[in-house]
C-alpha cells in the first residue's frame, strides 16, 4: 500500500489551491490554473513541477440511519496527480472533506465498475500504481464517478463526478508534467 501519510501531508497544503478548480468564486484568483476542460482543472505548480486534473463533485448525498442529513465538509475533490521529481504518474486520490472512519474505504463506481481507496484522515488513494490505471482507464470511458464513503462520525456520503472533460485534463496535465 501507498505512504499516505507523505502525502496526506503534501495534499493539504495544496488543497486550497485545488479547490479553487471546484467552481468556487476563488476561480479568478487563481495563478496556478492552467486550463480548464468542461467539469474538469488542470493546475500546475512550479519547484519541483507537478500537475493535477482535478473536479468537484456535481452531487452529493450525505446519509446517517438511511435518512438524508444536512452536515458540513471541506473541500470534496478528486484529482490525478503526476509528480515527475518523485516518479508519480497518474496517481489518483479523493479527499472527502472530513475525516474518513478508521480503518474504512471509499468505493467507487464508475460505469458499474467497483473500486477501491484506502483511508487516510480526510484522504484516500488505491492500493497500487496499477490500481491508478484501471480507475483512469475506467474514468476515459465513464460519464461518471460515484464515490461513497463512511466518515468517523458514522455518516455515509455519496459524492458525484462528472466525467466530461476528464480525458482533456488528463492529457493536458500530462503534457505539461511528462506523463
Sequence with gaps: MKSMVLKSAKC?????AL???AGSAF???STNRVAAKTNWSVFVEDNPTECWSVSAPQET?????????????????LLVSNRPSNNVTQEVSFT????????STVNVNISG????????????????????A???TAMK???NAVLTARSSKGTVTKDTFSLLGFTAALDEADKRCGG
Design 113 to 132: 465498475g467497483e473500486f477501491e481507496l484506502f483511508t487516510d484522515g480526510e484522504w484516500a488513494w488505491p492500493a497500487s500504481p496499477s490500481d491508478d
Design 61 to 77: 448525498v450525505n446519509t446517517r440511519d438511511g435518512n438524508v442529513v444536512a452536515v458540513r465538509r471541506s473541500d470534496i475533490l
Design 134 to 136: 484501471k480507475i483512469i
Design 12 to 16: 493539504a497544503g495544496l488543497c486550497a
Design 96 to 103: 472527502g472533506g472530513y475525516p474518513f472512519a478508521p480503518g
Design 27 to 29: 476561480a479568478q484568483e
Design 141 to 143: 470511458r465513464g460519464a
Design 19 to 21: 479547490a479553487i478548480s
